[in-house]
């Protein structure tokens, strides 16, 4: 697949808004988030509750009732993601965008063997025939580098470790051949050495097939190391966008104060730097009032 | 303070038996902060529940503060050493307000003016007196960590063991309570052994640490040669490349280690 890097954002995102009406009032957890993917890793980082796994749900229309999603603009290729009807949605989730979580244990059917659910993903896509899936399904768990595709290809979830559970549900999101990914916190459950490899294969299919990578994560250094760009939520708003390698420099006390709460190996121990949130940085995403 | 010679724990007889630790050996000084090391399975929060008494069928050899402990620990051993969890989710009961998490253990221990160690408890931790008539529900994670501590530290231990303590918290919440650990530990005297699979948390918190790998331990050291970088076992090393963020090529030369 040849695909160019500068023919335009894959998806543009303006305005967006999430909220839930509860009995105390309506709580905003996504407050006015613009961004654009092309062809590339782009990372959101930020705490819990920064509202940066709701915007991944939201771009695929997944978000929960009572949740209403709002936007200025919410558009994907040609379509427009607001204004589409759930058919022409369901057709867009899984083919075209497709979505990884955190937790293999819980994403994937207990009682189902993994080869039948990665045919499943691929047949409901494309209509293809048993054995044709079948051997497709094989060739991506090779492509995830399962070491005896036959033997997981038959094999229950709980008969697997973690990291092979993962690299399952990122070869059952990657069988349809999607153009956008979004992997919320894909491998925070994983063994770090397990991690990287798990990262590795995700970036090299990004590289060869040309996708798009939304990469969700709490993890600062992660996603400086491993994205193209990082925007930094607050409180349901971007607080600072910036070039990955940049993030050491980051401008904004927030982002500041998380990386200076980070413990490293490589400095001595003592007092780390408290993060002091500033009511200011929820209501001023330029972070103005912070600095 | 501890020594720990030739622990084994098997899980299971027969052919299922797994050898979740063998043979680990270490010691800790009076005051120092020693870590453990390692990815899940490891086997490094088997030592701790072994250490405290949570686990009974292990082999080797196990002293605290003179003592050779036996399989049962006698109540003074639990007034000596306390534990602290992983996720403060689940290690405060849902409906027990936190005056009643902090009242048992100085019933257990017969330790009385339970309202005079409740209070001084709550204030090391930092947190507000107020704080005791709270359900866990009406607390923050770090909150409920805090209180974990609190109810850990109001035996006055003299070691504490603590079992991946932040882990589930939030960055910017994970350095508030490492200070407080430090803090408490340079106020009161304490020993620590920490347990993590974060080598960044051990490194701040520790001076010497363990380094495990599928029940055994793969090299022991001071701090200051895992800081400079030079660990001796290709083992910690590639944790070590890790654990320092993604680097494309270093994840073609990682290797299988039994």
Same mark, same amino acid.
């Given at each position: ?27 905003? #957890? ?7 993917? /092309? ?25 929960? %009732?009572?949740?209403? &999603? ?51 993903? $691929? ?54 051949? =999607? ?7 894909? +491998? ?8 990287? @490899? ?9 590289? +060869? ?21 990082? *925007?930094?939520?607050? %409180? ?33 121990? /003592?007092? *780390? ?14 972070? #103005?009032?912070?600095? | ?16 038996? &797994?050898?979740?630790? @063998? ?11 020693? /870590? ?29 503060? /003179? ?18 969890? @992983? ?9 027990? +307000? ?30 507000? =007196? ?5 359900? =866990? ?12 501590? #609190? ?7 003299? &070691?504490? *063991? ?11 919440? @994970? ?15 304490? +020993? ?29 050291? =001071? ?11 290709? $083992? ?7 654990? *320092? ?14």
């Amino acid at each position: 697949m040849t695909r160019t890097p500068d023919d335009g954002p894959l998806l543009s995102v303006a305005d967006l808004w999430v909220r839930f009406p509860t009995r105390k009032g309506v709580v905003e #957890a996504v407050r006015g988030v613009g961004f654009e993917v /092309g062809r590339e890793k782009l990372g959101i980082v930020g705490e819990s509750g920064s509202g940066k796994s709701m915007t991944g749900k939201a771009i695929l229309r997944l978000v929960p %009732a009572p949740g209403e &999603v709002r936007a200025r603009a919410l558009r994907f290729g040609g379509l427009d993601l607001l204004r589409i009807d759930e058919a022409a949605m369901r057709k867009v989730r899984g083919r075209r965008i497709s979505m990884v979580m955190q937790d293999p244990k819980y994403s994937l059917n207990p009682v189902m063997t993994v080869g039948r659910q990665i045919d499943e993903a $691929y047949r409901v896509h494309t209509g293809a025939a048993a054995a044709a899936a079948r051997a497709r399904s094989l060739e991506m768990l090779r492509a995830v580098r399962i070491r005896d595709p036959e033997r997981v290809y038959r094999a229950y979830p709980h008969e697997l470790s973690g990291g092979m559970g993962q690299r399952i549900m990122i070869a059952m999101m990657l069988i349809p051949d =999607p153009d956008l990914l979004i992997a919320d916190e894909p +491998t925070s459950a994983l063994d770090v050495t397990v991690q990287m @490899q798990v990262l590795a294969i995700i970036d090299d299919l990004v590289t +060869t097939r040309g996708m798009g990578l939304i990469f969700i994560s709490h993890d600062l250094n992660l996603v400086a190391s491993f994205c193209d760009r990082v *925007l930094i939520m607050y %409180a349901g708003r971007v607080v600072e966008a910036c070039r990955a390698a940049e993030l050491p420099l980051a401008r904004h006390p927030y982002t500041r104060g998380l990386l200076g709460s980070l413990p490293r190996v490589d400095r001595p121990g /003592g007092e *780390l730097p408290v993060l002091r949130r500033d009511p200011a940085w929820a209501t001023d995403p330029a972070g #103005a009032g912070g600095r | 303070m501890i020594a720990v010679d030739d622990l084994s724990v098997t899980f299971g007889h027969g052919s299922d038996a &797994v050898r979740a630790v @063998q043979e680990v050996s270490f010691r800790v000084d009076e005051g120092d902060s020693f /870590g453990l090391v390692g990815e899940s399975g490891s086997g490094k929060s088997t030592v701790l529940r072994a250490l405290c008494g949570l686990l009974s069928d292990w082999t080797g050899k196990i002293v605290v503060a /003179g003592r050779v402990q036996g399989r049962r620990r006698a109540r003074a051993f639990h007034k000596l050493v306390q534990m602290v969890f @992983q996720d403060p989710y689940g290690s405060l009961h849902p409906r027990h +307000t936190v005056d009643r998490a902090l009242s048992e253990p100085v019933a257990i221990h017969r330790l009385g003016q339970p309202e005079r160690r409740i209070e001084a408890a709550l204030r090391d931790v930092g947190l507000d =007196p107020s704080f005791r008539f709270r359900y =866990p529900h009406q607390l923050s994670g770090g909150q409920r960590q805090r209180v974990a501590i #609190a109810r850990a530290l109001i035996l006055e231990p003299r &070691v504490l *063991l603590l079992d991946e303590p932040t882990s589930a918290l939030d960055v910017s919440v @994970q350095a508030e309570i490492l200070n407080l650990l430090n803090r408490l530990r340079a106020a009161h005297g304490l +020993t620590f052994v920490l347990v993590s699979h974060n080598l960044a948390v051990v490194a701040h918190m520790c001076g010497r640490l363990a380094v495990m790998n599928r029940g055994r331990v793969v090299e022991a050291m =001071p701090v200051e040669r895992l800081r400079a970088g030079e660990p001796e076992r290709p $083992y910690t090393r590639q944790l070590l490349q890790a654990s *320092l963020g993604y680097d494309r090529a270093a994840v073609d030369r990682f290797l299988e280690f039994d």
